[in-house]
């Protein structure tokens, strides 16, 4: 079968579209494996012009559409212009199928939507279009027919991630992000044990509760052979980002990787670290591997926002000292922060300059706040009238996307350009580019 698959993702500077995501690249991996013809095109504005080539080049027989929650306008004007022009049966996924199915299957052209993880439901939806006569119900995928919305129970999760394939990358232009950045990003494990107020992770765990174990890791072997992999294919790549948020929170696991990256890799390493869950020991062995970067989730300089609506459990004093073991170790750090966030004021977004200079990250990532559907911000900033129909427009403009009284949007994004401005945030090149050019 000839499968186009359209990824919906907002433009973020310096990231090309399609942007290579892990999950999208294993489903893409797993349905050539079965003989079908895949061709993936990146969408991140309402610009029929790109759809209607890749479709005269490809001649789909089915359109896959790969939905963001943060880009779910653009792929409705994108979707009404294939229903409207090319009569193709269109099945959803991605986090807006996850956290609003009912809304996601009231896009244009939507036949059907894959929740959640898709190894297992969106390959066997595939393999049944292939005889159109068998009505089997596929777990995990949603549909409407005649007179009622079918919502199957969820399959169970792939508990041994080293059964999956490699994730397909040349769909997503891969070795152009090689040349510009020198950089491999790598997915360890899917599911992570914290359940942040911000994230979409808590609302699809939930989703699969009795249905196998939510955190999971791939083994050291498995990643190492990947790595050696992308190596040969990529000659340029000259360091390793791991991808998740929940790397290093497995001491157990983390000691076997580490152990096995020394000996048959050695690139410099960028990874994720929770000042919730980093002692000296943990950032010390990191820096011995040859970590190099770390990626901190800071959020807020609010104690309130942190802990009480984003539920970090994070206080002032675990990021003052994970920042300064990091510095200590050699390992330079990249503060993240959302700006904008439910009950943020103009005190809150001093506090958050004054926690930065405390801090002394090497880079910040200053982002605008977005309410994800199915999230604890989303549900406070909705009981208290902060959503509005603008939200996305808004976040695509680099403003928050709620509007609360006592902190307006354009206050927002005045502290977005200073605290990007004072604490090395850059602009045009991408900054981790520029960071491993000059810094090595």
């Known amino acids: 079968m000839r499968i186009l698959a359209f990824q919906f993702v907002a433009a973020v500077r310096g990231r090309p579209v399609p942007r290579f995501e892990p999950q999208l690249g294993v489903l893409l991996a797993l349905l050539k494996a079965r003989g079908h013809d895949v061709a993936l095109v990146g969408v991140s504005r309402p610009d029929p012009a790109p759809i209607k080539a890749a479709l005269a080049?490809?001649?789909p027989q089915i359109l896959y559409a790969d939905i963001s929650a943060v880009c779910i306008d653009v792929a409705r004007r994108a979707l009404q212009y294939l229903q409207d022009k090319e009569f193709l049966p269109v099945v959803a996924g991605g986090t807006y199928a996850t956290v609003d199915p009912t809304g996601c299957l009231s896009l244009p052209?939507?036949?059907?939507?894959?929740?959640?993880?898709?190894?297992?439901?969106?390959?066997?939806?595939?393999?049944?279009?292939?005889?159109?006569?068998?009505?089997?119900?596929?777990?995990?995928?949603?549909?409407?027919?005649?007179?009622?919305?079918?919502?199957?129970?969820?399959?169970?999760?792939?508990?041994?991630?080293?059964?999956?394939p490699f994730a397909e990358r040349e769909a997503f232009e891969y070795s152009e992000w090689v040349r510009q950045t020198s950089e491999l990003e790598i997915?360890?494990?899917?599911?992570?044990?914290?359940?942040?107020?911000?994230?979409?992770?808590?609302?699809?765990?939930?989703?699969?509760?009795g249905r196998g174990a939510?955190?999971?890791?791939?083994?050291?072997?498995?990643?190492?052979?990947?790595?050696?992999?992308?190596?040969?294919?990529?000659a340029g790549a000259q360091s390793v980002r791991i991808l998740d948020h929940a790397f290093a929170l497995d001491r157990t696991w983390l000691e076997g990787f580490l152990s096995v990256y020394e000996r048959d890799c050695g690139l410099p390493l960028r990874c994720h670290l929770r000042a919730n869950a980093a002692d000296a020991a943990i950032v010390a062995r990191l820096a011995a591997a040859g970590c190099r970067f770390a990626d901190i989730e800071v959020i807020s300089g609010s104690?309130?926002?942190?802990?009480?609506?984003?539920?970090?459990?994070?206080?002032?004093?675990?990021?003052?000292?994970?920042?300064?073991?990091?510095r200590q170790s050699g390992i330079r750090t990249r503060a993240v922060l959302y700006l904008g966030a439910p009950y943020e004021s103009e005190v809150s977004l001093e506090d958050t300059g004054?926690?930065?200079?405390?801090?002394?990250?090497?880079?910040?990532d200053v982002r605008p706040y977005y309410p994800w559907p199915g999230t604890a911000g989303r549900r406070t900033a909705g009981d208290n009238g902060w959503l509005h129909s603008r939200g996305e427009e808004q976040?695509?403009?680099?403003?928050?996307?709620?509007?609360?009284?006592?902190?307006?949007?354009?206050?927002?994004?005045r502290f977005i350009r200073k605290y990007r401005q004072e604490f090395g945030a850059t602009a045009g090149e991408p900054w981790w580019r520029r960071w491993w050019r000059s810094k090595g």
Request: hydrophobic share 45%.
């Open 354 to 364: 004054r926690l930065l200079r405390t801090l002394h990250p090497d880079v910040v």
């Open 109 to 164: 052209g939507v036949a059907a939507v894959a929740i959640g993880e898709p190894d297992a439901s969106l390959v066997a939806y595939f393999e049944r279009l292939k005889d159109p006569a068998v009505r089997q119900v596929v777990q995990g995928v949603w549909w409407r027919d005649e007179s009622r919305l079918v919502q199957p129970q969820m399959p169970a999760l792939v508990e041994d991630l080293d059964s999956l």
């Open 187 to 209: 997915a360890v494990g899917r599911g992570c044990p914290q359940a942040c107020g911000y994230c979409l992770l808590p609302a699809t765990a939930r989703l699969y509760e």
């Open 395 to 413: 976040h695509q403009a680099d403003l928050p996307g709620i509007d609360m009284p006592a902190c307006r949007p354009d206050l927002v994004a």
């Open 57 to 59: 080049r490809h001649l």
């Open 214 to 234: 939510w955190v999971r890791r791939r083994s050291p072997e498995n990643l190492l052979e990947e790595i050696g992999e992308l190596r040969a294919r990529y």
């Open 303 to 326: 104690d309130f926002i942190r802990n009480e609506i984003f539920e970090m459990a994070l206080s002032e004093e675990q990021l003052t000292s994970t920042f300064a073991l990091a």
